[in-house]
């Protein structure tokens, strides 16, 4: 008998461990949280007045905003992308919105492409909504994503990046984007295999994964000269073909300004004309 009461007693005493453990993560990740919003409290307004500014002025459009919202560890998934949105500038226009200050100055410090800055929904959609965004995208699966439905003239696409990051897709959010772009085949019907109920073959356009990265001319200079400003290898370096993510781009851009014009010349025979962003 006093055995099984000390057996009792160290299983119950191992059982209190782990749950001490977790408690002792979660109140460490709270704080960073807590010193994390401190300091955006405390020195957005270095970043936040100049961001709408430039964000109100007419003559300031964007086809694709990267939405890089919340107050991430890292910022790897985002810096990977640079490479192949510096690319995409060179045939659309392309900014980036940061919900974080350390991650809008770190960002700023890598790339010449316009920043924003967006803490909380309505600031985000405020810009989302005077840059007259066409694509929305996002490299993450930030809870915070898709907040800016207020502005509802965007498409939401998903650039899902090669690698064993690929499990960070699974969350019911992949319904919500209009299209997710996967880098081959295996990675579609994976995320076919796992999502109940979910339409891969609509949703999912595979860009093409290459074993042997090409480069066009002068790419090498451009390409190298940012990939050395980052700390992380590109998907352009993990054999992401940029040529046939920026085609797939422009083509759903140019999907999205068909639905718009032939939505609003639809209304207009009804004697409705809508306002930027869609209102009535």
Known sequence: MPQLQRESALTAGSARRPRLAELLLRLVEYGRRYRR????????????????????????????????????????????????????????????????VSAYQAVHGVTDLPCYFGRIAGEAEYVAQQLQTKVMLYVNQSRLNLREAGFHDMLHVYLGAPGDGRNLWLSNRMRLYDYVLAPEEDSKAWLASRLIAFDADRHVRVVGHRDEPTQRPGDGTMINRIESRLSVPSVVERGVDPDAVITELLQIRDERDRLVAERDAALADQGIVLRKGGQA
């Open 37 to 100: 919003l401190r300091l955006n409290l405390r020195h957005q307004h270095r970043v936040l007045p100049q961001s709408r500014e430039r964000a109100a002025d007419p003559g300031t459009t964007t086809d694709f905003l990267i939405n890089y919202p919340g107050s991430p560890s890292s910022l790897d998934d985002l810096m990977e992308w640079i490479p192949v949105l510096h690319r995409l500038n060179e045939s659309a226009t392309v900014s980036i919105l940061l919900g974080d």
